[in-house]
């Protein structure tokens, strides 16, 4: 079967994604409600019945709200680092101790047979990370709220088949934007969002050859649009001489109110 998954929501109004191979399905944060993450599931033909598990990014709420409710509801572990446990511990309730599990920054678990490895992302939280998912040959990254894309990020997250990467702004909406300018320079810093462009100059740097397709993540609905979020992306790839034809790598949409398609990883 390989890895399979869904972004079921992306961007500041709630994340959460849904990892899964034949012996083990995750959810990757849990930033809804408990109500609309089962909505969201079911319109994937998925029930919170069948996860085995839920691994935290960081602490904001676009990504905990619902967590509690998610793991007693149908009593799922938690999986995040101790900074991470600590940050989100007033928000989360009461969780079973058995369900607390920690995954270090840095740390590789094995699900059965699918490999989480945690990375260390630079975003204003306690200790935020990005995980890759390996099944066998196959390999999926998922990157989002980093303002920054480090040496360590871009070695975790090369090669993989398939791509979630952050494109929050195009950089002149957000300038232009309403919101207050403390937060425009938070969001515009090392440790805030990845624009349009600096999604481009990393995808420039990591095609090899591997990565088949990239999904645009965690869009501001405030300050990006997809269609300019790809445009500025492939502009991007190409002033740094990395062109491509659509039938070698493609930039696919997320969306803040319904679930991508499901999407096998091994596809071309
Ligand atoms: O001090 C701050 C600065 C920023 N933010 C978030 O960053 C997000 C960037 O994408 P967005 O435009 O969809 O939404 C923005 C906000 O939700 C925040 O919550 N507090």
Redesign the pocket.
């Known amino acids: 079967m390989g890895i399979s998954f869904t972004v079921l929501s992306s961007?500041?109004t709630g994340n959460a994604t849904v990892v899964r191979n034949e012996d083990t399905t995750l959810l990757i944060d849990a930033g809804l409600s408990a109500k609309r993450i089962d909505e969201l599931l079911k319109e994937r033909d998925l029930s919170g019945e069948e996860l085995d598990g839920i691994l935290v990014t960081h602490e904001h709420s676009d990504h905990v709200k619902g967590l509690g409710a998610m793991a007693r509801k149908y009593n799922l572990p938690i999986y995040a680092n101790e900074k991470t446990w600590f940050a989100i511990s007033n928000a989360v309730g009461q969780i079973a101790d058995d369900n607390r599990r920690i995954l270090e920054t840095g740390a590789t678990r094995e699900f059965e047979s699918l490999r989480v490895e945690s990375f260390g992302i630079s975003h204003d939280a306690a200790e935020p990370v990005g995980y890759s998912f390996y099944d066998g040959a196959e390999k999926l990254s998922v990157a989002t709220d980093l303002g920054y894309v480090s040496d360590k990020v871009k070695q975790a997250i090369s090669d993989a088949d398939v791509l979630v990467l952050e494109a929050?702004?195009d950089v002149e909406m957000l300038r232009m934007g309403r919101y207050p300018w403390n937060?425009k320079r938070?969001?515009l810093s090392d440790i805030g969002?990845l624009s349009n462009e600096m999604a481009g100059a990393i995808l420039s740097e990591l095609l090899t050859g591997r990565t088949k397709r990239t999904y645009l993540a965690h869009l501001?609905?405030?300050?990006n649009m997809m269609e300019l979020a790809k445009m500025t992306v492939r502009d991007a790839m190409e002033d740094r001489g990395c062109f491509y034809k659509d039938s070698e790598f493609r930039l696919c949409d997320t969306y803040y109110d319904r679930p991508t398609p499901w999407d096998k990883v091994s596809e071309p």
């Open positions: 961007g500041s929050n702004h937060i938070r969001i969002h501001s609905r405030d300050h």
